[in-house]
T-cell receptor, first 113, second 114 residues
Framework: DVKVTQSSRYLVKRTGEKVFLECVQD?????MFWYRQDPGLGLRLIYF???????EKGDIPEGYSVSREKKERFSLILESASTNQTSMYLC????????????FGPGTRLTVL | AQSVTQLGSHVSVSEGALVLLRCNYS??????LFWYVQYPNQGLQLLLK??????LVKGINGFEAEFKKSETSFHLTKPSAHMSDAAEYFC????????????FGKGMKLTVNP
């Protein structure tokens, strides 16, 4: 059974803190994605990675960075968290080829105070 | 550039009634289309996808969708709603031979009334 796991379901941080969100997939997928989900805005792509150490900006990369040192793990980093980064963060993975679906993790609900 | 439009943000049906969730896409090349469902406090899971084989696609939980090129649509239907169908539904598009990225619609929250 395919699995994408995220390190936390709920996270509360303070403004200015550095925040790490971790995502691990066990399907040997080449592609991994980070989205944020906000009411009325749907899913917006932050960053994605199509191979180890490779990354590409999505639609809203500002204020975020990513790291992919191993194929199964994709980390999202908020260098200095701000209140407008309070959101649901979803990780996904997929094998290469655009006809294949993405598999999603359960999400991390981040609150920045 | 590809895009999808899901008009409205909420739809409410009675248990046993037809479910119809609309999705229109924009793509200059043949698209691949997906419907995902998100139950409360969970990630997204695939309901069904269109990858140019059959235009009528059947998915999980009794849902199906029909690809209509002339209408640039990929509407999701279920003949009889169940209380457990209450969730948020997202339509997404990519295109053949193209980017690894999916473009999502804004989502539609389905409420099922007893």
């Amino acid at each position: 059974d395919v699995k994408v796991t995220q390190s936390s379901r709920y996270l509360v941080k303070r403004t200015g803190e550095k925040v790490f969100l971790e995502c691990v997939q066990d399907m040997d997928h080449e592609n991994m994605f980070w989205y944020r989900q906000d009411p009325g805005l749907g899913l917006r792509l932050i960053y994605f990675s199509y191979d180890v150490k490779m990354k590409e900006k999505g639609d809203i990369p500002e204020g975020y960075s990513v790291s992919r040192e191993k194929k199964e793990r994709f980390s999202l980093i908020l260098e200095s968290a701000s209140t407008n980064q309070t959101s649901m963060y979803l990780c996904a993975s997929r094998t290469s080829g655009s006809l294949h679906e993405q598999f999603f993790g359960p999400g991390t609900r981040l609150t920045v105070l | 550039a590809q895009s999808v439009t899901q008009l409205g943000s909420h739809v409410s049906v009675s248990e046993g009634a037809l479910v119809l969730l609309r999705c229109n896409y924009s793509s200059s090349v043949p698209p691949y289309l997906f419907w995902y469902v998100q139950y409360p406090n969970q990630g997204l899971q695939l309901l069904l996808k269109y990858t140019s084989a059959a235009t009528l696609v059947k998915g999980i939980n009794g849902f199906e969708a029909e690809f209509k090129k002339s209408e640039t649509s990929f509407h999701l239907t279920k003949p009889s709603a169940h209380m457990s169908d209450a969730a948020e539904y997202f339509c997404a598009v990519t295109f053949q031979g193209g980017s690894e990225k999916l473009v999502f619609g804004k989502g539609m929250k389905l409420t099922v009334n007893p």
